[in-house]
């Protein structure tokens, strides 16, 4: 799957991906307001979100040279269970 996603990128060049890119993480976004707005439709989020992931391996492949997203994420991670530890305790 990886190679498909760099032929991708190779093929079609960074900047349409990113471009395209952001029109899937706008389609996604428009789903989600349709749905917090009782209008939404459970399936198309699920499309959308794939369709997300799948632009989100390709970003990866242009900016992430350095394998720094895996840091951030876990830092994130980390972050997300300490505020939820902190919760629990009140």
């Not at 890119?21 to 979100?49: H, Q, R, T, W």
């Amino acid at each position: 799957m990886l190679d498909i996603y760099r032929r991708a990128v190779s093929y079609f060049g960074a900047t349409k991906q990113k471009l395209k890119a952001i029109e899937e993480m706008a389609e996604l976004i428009i789903e989600l307001v349709k749905d917090l707005l009782g209008d939404g439709n459970p399936a198309k989020v699920i499309e959308e979100l794939a369709d997300v992931e799948n632009m989100t391996v390709q970003l990866r492949i242009i900016y992430d040279e350095d394998g720094m997203v895996d840091y951030w994420k876990q830092a994130k991670m980390n972050r997300l269970a300490h505020r939820m530890e902190g919760d629990a305790k009140c």
